[in-house]
């Protein structure tokens, strides 16, 4: 909404070199960016964004959970399989790299997932 602040990188997220400091806005989040035209003056706005706050809660609640993404995940990732094997057989690498590859990314998903949810879950606004 108006006024927000870029999220600070923490160290551990910070690129070698990259200077630190309380004015240095560098890093962060790559999700993050500025409000926007609509974004800002509805988020501003304290009815809406009640409104806006509870139904991010109960998406986290009952849809953005492990228990749903992971199954649809993993489902997809094993429709892909077949796919990914012939894919990698056809470019002339190994179809095992190929499965290796899938297995990180599907991992990769599920990270995403549970961070984002923590990240979510741990703002004052959706807490219970």
């Known amino acids: 909404m108006e006024g927000d602040i870029r999220p600070a990188a923490s160290k551990a997220g910070r690129a070698p070199g990259r200077p630190e400091g309380p004015s240095v806005r560098i890093g962060g989040p790559r999700w993050w960016k500025p409000g926007g035209v609509f974004s800002k003056p509805l988020l501003a706005n304290p009815q809406f964004r009640q409104v806006y706050v509870g139904k991010v809660r109960k998406i986290l609640d009952e849809v953005f959970t492990e228990d749903v993404y992971f199954k649809i995940i993993d489902a997809l990732a094993a429709s892909l399989m077949e796919d990914v094997m012939i894919r990698a057989e056809v470019r002339g690498q190994d ?8 297995a990180q990314s599907v991992e990769s998903l599920k990270t995403y997932l549970t961070r984002r949810r923590e990240f979510l879950l741990s703002q004052h606004e959706l807490k219970r």
């Open 95 to 102: 179809p095992e790299g190929g499965k290796r590859q899938l």
